[in-house]
Every structure is written in C-alpha cells, then in structure tokens.
C-alpha cells in the first residue's frame, strides 16, 4: 500500500511539473502582457507533434528533443507577430474569441497533415528503465527525469525573475505597465521573448509528453484548462503561484483518480462507487479552484497591485 | 452632522489618516484643504465607505456610519463626488442623472416598465442638468463631453442623490473658468440646505465658500477655523501655503 | 449600413420569415432543414441569455453551457423514471410538458443562483475562469450518472414531452413551439434591457465601481440577471433534449460554452439581436462551409471546414470589433 501511495505522489509532482511547465508561460504571458492566450496548449501539441516528428524520422529522441524548441519557437513566433500583437489593446472577450478562432485553425490543420491516427514516441533507451529509491520503492526513471527538468526550468525561471534586470522589468511590467513603458523598455521585444520562452517550455513539456501518451489532436486543450486551474489558484502573473498550483493539481488530480475509488467503495456498493469516484476525482480540481476564489477572489499569491 | 473621531488608516507603515478629529456642522460649507498627498481623498473615501479605517469613528447624523455598508450611505444622505471622474461613459447624460434618482426612488429592481416611460424622473433629472448648466447636453453620450462637462455631470449625480451631507472631492478640478463661477455660484446657493465637505485647491474658491476650513498635513489636522483665521495662522502658512502663492491669490 | 431606426420593421421581417421558413422549405423539398432550423433557434435562446451577461453586464461567463446541461438533464431525467415507470427520491417520472418545462427552467435557476452568489464574488479573468470551473464540476458531474448513460447520455424512449392541444413529436409543431419560445424570450429581455434594471446592468459593465456611492449594490443586480440568464439557458437545454431525444454530457463539454460566447461576439454583444444573427450565420457556416468549400473544388478543406473557420473568426476580431450587428446597422447617434 505505502508502495503505490508513494508512487502515485511522485506520479502527481510529475503531472503537476508537466502542468508547471504549461503553466509558466501561460501566467507570464497573462501577467505581463495581459493577454489570454487560449491557443497555448496548441503550442504543446506542436512540440508533442514535432518530437514525434523528428524522433520517427531520425531514429533518434535527443534529437527530436532539441529540434523540438526551434519548431514550437518558430510557430510561437509566427503567432505572436501576426495574431497576438494587434490583440494587446483588445478586452479580453477579443482575445479569448481569437485565440479560439487559432485553435480550430492548427487542430484542423494539424488533422490535415497528420490525420487522425494518434502518433506515438518511443521512450530513449537511456531512460526506459526503473530506479530504485530509497532502497525500497521502484519508479520509471523516465518520470523522474520529468520531475528534474521541472525543478530545473523552475530555479531557471526564479534565477532570471529574481536576479536579473529582464527579471525586474518583468515583475515592474507584471504590476504596473506604465511604469516599464516609461522606463524606456523595448516592451514589443520584451513580449514577444516572453512570448517565445514561454512558448518553448510549453513545446519541451509537449516533447517530454509524447514518451507517456498518445500524440493526437485535442491534447492541448484539455492540459490548458488544467494550466488555467493551476494559475488561477496560484493567482495570475505570479511563477511561485504557477508552480504551487501546478503541483496541487497534479497531486490532487492524481491522488484523487487512484484513491477515492477504493475510499468510496467501503461506503457504497462498488458499481456506483466507481461512477461517482469517477466524477468527483476529475471535479476534485475545480473544487478546489472554486474554493480558493471563493475564500481568496484572486488567488493564493495575488500579484500586488494588479486589478483582476 | 459629521463627527470623525481619532480615524487612523493605515497602509503598511504609511499613516495615510493620523488621529483625525474633525467636526463638520450642520448647515455649513467646510473646506479640506493641504498640499497633495496629505490625505484628502482616502478621508472622503472613509467617510463614503470605500476604504474601511483602521481605527476611530465616524458618526453621521448620530448613527454609527462604520458600522453601515458603504451602498446604503448615499441613502441615509451621505453622498461623495470623485475627484478623477467616474461617470457612466455609454449612458446619456440624463441618464447618468436618472440613474442616481432610481436608486434614491428604490427603483433598481424595476424589470419591465421601460425606464424612459418614467416622465416624473426625467423631469426632475433635466432639472438638476439645468442647475449645473447641462440641460443643452442631456441626450449626448457621456464619454462624448468636454472634461470640464463630465465634471458637471459628476455634481448633477451628487445632487440627484439629494444629499443631506455631500462630500465633494476637487469638484471644480478641470473645468473652465466660466463653468467653474457658475458651479461655485451654485454651491453657494445649496448652502445651509445642503452640508458641504469641500476638498478644493483653488484657494479662491475655498476663501470665497467656506464658513470652515481645516488643513490637513500629512495626514493630520493641523488646523481648523474660520477662513479668516486659517489665513492668519503661522503654522499653516509654513507646513502648507508657503508664503507666496497664498499672498498672490488671496491678497 | 442601415439606421437603428428600421430595426423594429426588419425585426418584423425578420419573424415572418422564420413563421414561413418550414413552409418554404417544404415547398422547395428541402424539409430535413427544418431540424436545423430548430437547432438555430433553440440555440438563439441561449446566445440571448448569454447576451444579457456579457454583453450588458460586462459578465464573461465560460460556463453557460451548464445551465443547458441542468435543463437537458431535467427533462432526460424525467422522461428516463416515466419510461422505466419506477421513481426519483419518491417522485415519478412524467412527460408532461406543463411540469416539465417549468421545472427545468426553475431548476436551472436554482442552480444559476448556487454557482452565481459564489462566482461573482469574483471579478474579471477570474470570474471567467470560476464560471469555467462550475461547467466543468457540471460536465464532470452528469458523466458520473451511470444511472443515466454516464459518459454516453442517455436516449428519451417515449419521445417529445406532451402538450395539451399539440404535438410535438411534430416536427413542424416542435418548430413553431421553439419558436414561440425564443420570441417569448426575445421580447422579455428586451424588456429588461430598456428597463430601469436594465440601466443599472449597463452601469455595471461601465463603472461598476462608481456604483455604491449612488446607493447601489451591485453584486444583487449581478446575481439577478445571473439567474435569468441561467434561467434562460436552461429552457434552451430542456428544448434541446426534447429535439434531438437525447441527452448526453456533451451538452455542457467548456467547448459548447465557446461555441457560444462565439456566437454572442461574432453576432454583436449587447444587442440581443446580434447573437440571434451570431446563431444564424454559425449554424449556416457549419451547415454550408463544407458544401461550399466542396463546390469550388476544395475537397480537403470541405472536410476541415474549421480550418477555414477559425481565421474567419479571428478576422472577425481583429477587424469587425462590434460583430456582425455593427456591420449592418448604423447607431441612431
């Protein structure tokens, strides 16, 4: 029992640093530069497609790996300048309808060139094997390796946030704008990097996905709203709210889907334990976020000075 | 009417108000003046209910006004206008107006009677747009005025809520000069009908209005008297009207 | 562009035409439209209520989609205990219209009032993202009803809900009722737009802020209109089971919510006819891109009419700010 306990936490840290990763960019993107960008999660599936790509073609996951963030870059790049920047001075109903507008464009296009067959990733040799941690319990290692490249893009993100000018620029933009424009900060430059980082670490989590899931259209969306829950509990802009978020959900989320079958099922007959199990564990997240809000109405760590 | 008593706020180690007292009487126009950032609006947003003290009391007509939702003093007859404009750009200007008169009539959960076919409140809003010389704008959108007409608008607001007491934050900022007499006429004709609190910084609207002042510096009453001993006093003259400009304007 | 002035002529027009359409499109052997034509219309109900929040509140809701599911599921719930004949926490099932519709419409805003007094504690992204979560407990919530197709929604055995005095197993009576529903509606909102409650909405989108200083809570005005509108949606769910006799979760899937706000943007917000219009030219683009795409020889695309869809919305965005009603008609100012 504490065997499978131990291993779906670590199984949660990894989901909730895949959420992380997702998540960075998104809040950043939002927090900076005002914008909701629903089409994210397409740049996740884009660094999911190209790894499946590029790995099939080469042979070769490292590859797929590291071409993966020029790609998503790329079409990052492409978005920012033609659909994004007219959209900085627009409400967000505009920008929530043209980033959906996005969506449709690259799914449908994606099913065009690709078609319907989910495409798959073979894990790299060097990490297809198991660990054995703390002398008792055994985990896959390529998991372990997600859990790492979390941490590490994480203390990245805090280095750059916290020590850097860029980084102060950021955090003076994330709370007040006019101040960095007055400043006299290349805002436009200063967007479309953000922009451009945030989309690569949406892209790396998407090529680090493919080893684990189906590659297919539509996997985007479904990690975006988790990432919209993840930020929003950890309140908007805010990267330590991101990644407290992000872990909660990935705990929560996974704890709940392995464990509250059996829980319910000493209280009810198995049959509807398993339908209602089903349904409170994919709720459990958003019960969580609507508790949040209704107890703090913008978040757990509010970015000081910013009106919704 | 008004009595503030040792009102703190605090904002981190900021004293944004110090153990303010003041009492404003029934009947009078009482100005608020001091050098910006001493305090003037977060006083009038106290007493309106927008920014909750961190300690003291505020008493309006006997009652205890903290202990009273912010939504419901315009009801008992405590009423602010805004030093930045806040008007409803999209509405007409009348209905900016009637807007105001149909909460006053209690009139905001009115689902099905179509709110232009209520001819009494019309008529009563063209009548306070004719006091602040609006009549002439009623049916233009707001956000098509001048800035100075916007500021009218705000005063026309402020009187259709009927005011017993009314907080008036720099209500003349931003407007021309024809437009400011012609407001400041009309407040001196409101007077012992309506209480005034009067933020202001033109200094001849103050000495011509006020049966009152007090001089808040940093947070702090440092004086509170008729105008003609305010103009006297040698410590305001140093904390606040430094010398010249107070001679140049009032002499 | 045409003036506001000839709005209410057109408006007319504008019945009459969905009063012949079944006729016309019997005449011209084209009669399974009349199914979309009621899908359009039952859709139109709930992009109008939608309207009332966005477009006058200022209140984005992503999770309108829900109350559709609380109607829908009221009506299959129902059907589902009068066709097995057993009961529900001691209450039968039934088929009758008159306790049908009501109690969807009702139960929806009971619902609405729940996930309302919470939501609008909060204010902006976040109310959209709160509202967002409420749909999804929902679409979670109606998954997790094996008892009633789980996943796969259940079908409605015994057919339509009954009327006295009409039939609307029908399908020319369904329309007409629908569409005697969505006037009904249209009319009661308007209404309530150019009421005095109506002007205090408006004043919330502008500057809710301001609104306390002239005796005005805002968050009772919000809350109100936030149950009509549930309201609203859940009779267009409840008529929605009824015309496909189905009810599935995908009713409330976030993505019908999209759909949707699409509609409420791209026809206009705050000006109730705008989503109507919104509603006409989605459901044609959806019925008519393929065929259109297909007849200039774009086979591929006719396909993936999304394709063509989604940079049509974003044009839409970025170049027609007040939708397909700003590009009609001229403000009377």
Not at chain 1, 47 to 63: E, H, K, Q, V
Not at chain 1, 279 to 295: E, H
Request: charged share 15%.
């Amino acid at each position: 029992m504490s065997q499978l306990v131990f291993e779906q936490f670590l199984n949660g840290i990894q989901l909730g640093m895949f959420l992380f990763l997702v998540s960075a960019g998104l809040t950043l993107v939002f927090g900076f530069m005002n914008i909701i960008n629903l089409a994210h999660g397409s740049l996740f599936m884009i660094g999911a497609y190209s790894i499946a790509l590029i790995s099939g073609a080469t042979g070769s996951f490292w590859i797929g790996l590291i071409l993966c963030l020029p790609v998503t870059a790329l079409a990052a790049f492409i978005i920012e300048v033609l659909i994004i920047r007219p959209l900085y001075t627009r409400d967000h109903l505009d920008q929530v309808l043209a980033t959906f507008g996005l969506i449709l464009f690259i799914n449908e296009g994606t099913t065009m060139l690709m078609g319907r067959t989910p495409q798959f990733v073979d894990m790299p040799e060097a990490l297809s094997g198991s660990v054995t941690l703390f002398g008792v319990f055994s985990y896959p290692l390529y998991r372990l390796a997600i859990i790492a490249s979390g941490i590490i893009v994480a203390a990245i993100l805090w280095f750059i946030i916290t020590k850097t000018r860029v980084g102060m620029q950021i955090r003076a933009g994330t709370t007040n704008r006019e101040i960095v424009q007055q400043l006299g900060v290349n805002i436009d430059g200063l967007n479309t990097a953000i922009f451009l980082v945030g989309a690569m670490f949406a892209g790396l989590a998407g090529a680090m996905a493919g080893p684990l899931t189906s590659v297919e259209v539509g996997m985007g969306e479904n990690l975006l709203i988790l990432c919209f829950v993840c930020i929003v509990i950890g309140g908007i802009g805010s990267i330590r709210g991101a990644l407290f978020g992000a872990l909660t959900v990935g705990i929560v989320d996974t704890m709940g889907r392995s464990f509250l079958p059996s829980i319910l099922g000493a209280f009810l007959d198995p049959a509807s334990a398993s339908g209602i199990a089903a349904g409170l564990s994919s709720m459990s997240i958003y019960l969580l976020m609507v508790i949040v809000l209704v107890l703090k109405p913008t978040g757990l760590f509010p970015v000081a000075g910013r009106i919704s | 009417m008004l009595q503030i008593r040792n009102l703190c706020k605090n904002f981190g180690a900021l004293a944004a108000t110090n153990d303010v007292t003041l009492n404003v009487d029934e009947g009078t126009i009482h100005a608020l003046i001091g050098p910006n950032g001493a305090g003037k609006t977060t006083l009038i947003s106290q007493i309106s209910g927008y920014l909750t003290p961190t300690s003291g009391s505020i008493k309006f007509d006997g009652q205890d006004l903290l202990a009273m939702p912010a939504h419901l003093r315009p009801h008992a007859g405590l009423v602010r206008s805004f030093q930045v404009t806040s008007v409803f750009p999209d509405l007409s200007v009348i209905e900016n107006v009637c807007l105001v008169l149909q909460s006053m009539n209690h009139q905001v959960f009115s689902l099905f009677r179509p709110a232009v076919a209520d001819k009494a409140e019309r008529a009563e809003a063209m009548e306070i747009l004719e006091r602040v010389a609006l009549e002439n704008e009623a049916e233009t959108t707001t956000r098509n005025l001048a800035h100075g007409q916007k500021r009218q608008v705000e005063i026309a607001m402020a009187l259709a809520a009927r005011p017993k007491l009314l907080l008036l934050d720099e209500p003349m900022a931003g407007m021309g000069a024809e437009e400011s007499r012609q407001i400041t006429t009309l407040l001196d004709g409101l007077r012992g009908s309506i209480t005034m609190l009067l933020v202001e910084h033109d200094m001849d609207v103050v000495f011509g209005l006020a049966d009152k002042v007090s001089v808040l510096v940093y947070g702090k009453v440092i004086a509170s008297d008729t105008p003609r001993n305010i103009r006297l006093d040698p410590e305001v003259q140093r904390a606040y009207l430094g010398g010249h400009e107070f001679h140049d304007r009032s002499a | 562009m045409i003036s506001e002035r000839h709005l209410p002529k057109l408006m007319a027009l504008g019945v009459l035409v969905l009063l012949l359409l079944p006729l016309m499109l019997n005449a011209s052997g084209s009669s399974y439209l009349i199914s979309t034509a009621t899908r359009l219309v039952i859709f139109a109900i709930a992009a109008v209520s939608l309207d009332l929040l966005i477009g006058y509140t200022g209140l984005v809701s992503f999770g309108h989609a829900a109350f559709l599911g609380v109607g829908a599921y009221t009506v299959g719930i129902l059907s589902f205990h009068a066709y097995e004949g057993d009961t529900f926490f001691g209450l039968p099932g039934t088929l009758s219209g008159l306790i049908v519709l009501p109690l969807a419409v009702a139960l929806s805003a009971l619902v609405a009032l729940a996930i309302g007094a919470l939501s609008l504690r909060t204010k902006g992204v976040y109310f959209i993202m709160i509202t967002l979560s409420f749909g999804q407990m929902l679409f979670f919530l109606f998954v997790s009803l094996e008892k009633y197709g789980g996943d796969d929604g259940m079908m409605m055995f015994d057919g339509r809900i009954t009327l006295p005095g009409l039939d609307l197993n029908d399908r020319m009576s369904f329309y007409y009722f629908c569409l005697a529903c969505l006037i009904a509606f249209f009319w009661f909102c308007r209404r309530l737009v150019a009421s005095k409650f109506g002007r205090t909405l408006q004043a919330i989108r502008q500057n809710e802020a301001r609104l306390s200083s002239i005796g005005i809570r805002s968050y009772t005005a919000k809350l109100l209109i936030f149950v009509i509108a549930g309201a609203g949606a859940g009779l267009a769910g409840a008529l929605s089971a009824n015309h496909t006799e189905f009810v599935s979760p995908a009713l409330t899937h976030w993505t019908r919510s999209g759909d949707l706000m699409i509609v409420v943007i791209l026809g206009g917000i705050g000006t109730l006819l705008g989503p109507v219009l919104g509603t006409i030219v989605f459901l044609l683009l959806e019925e008519f891109l393929p065929l259109i795409l297909h007849s200039v020889g774009l086979d591929l695309l006719s396909e993936h009419w999304r394709f063509v869809l989604g940079p049509i919305l974003i044009l839409i965005v970025l170049f027609a700010k007040s939708g397909i009603y700003g590009l009609l008609f001229r403000s009377r100012e």
